[in-house]
């Protein structure tokens, strides 16, 4: 499987970011202090772990609070 890009909207602390991914090669991710590199990494963990309608608590745990997404 090959990833092409990885789009975040309101999760965790990250309003909305697009990741693109070059075709070969090794992705290295860098940025300042709280730009969201974890949540990336995290995101790709419940990409494979747990379907995209499921009701684990992991999931509700990253829904912004105050906001209904």
């Given at each position: 499987m090959r990833l092409h890009?990885?789009?975040l909207r309101?999760?965790?602390g990250v309003k909305d970011r697009t990741v693109r991914f070059r075709a070969l090669g090794t992705t290295v991710v860098v940025g300042d202090n709280?730009?969201?590199k974890s949540s990336l990494v995290e995101a790709f963990g419940l990409i494979f772990d747990l379907p995209d309608d499921s009701k684990s608590t992991r999931i509700k745990d990253i829904q912004p609070v105050g906001?209904?997404?």
């Open positions: 890009s990885l789009a309101d999760f965790r709280e730009v969201g906001q209904d997404v």
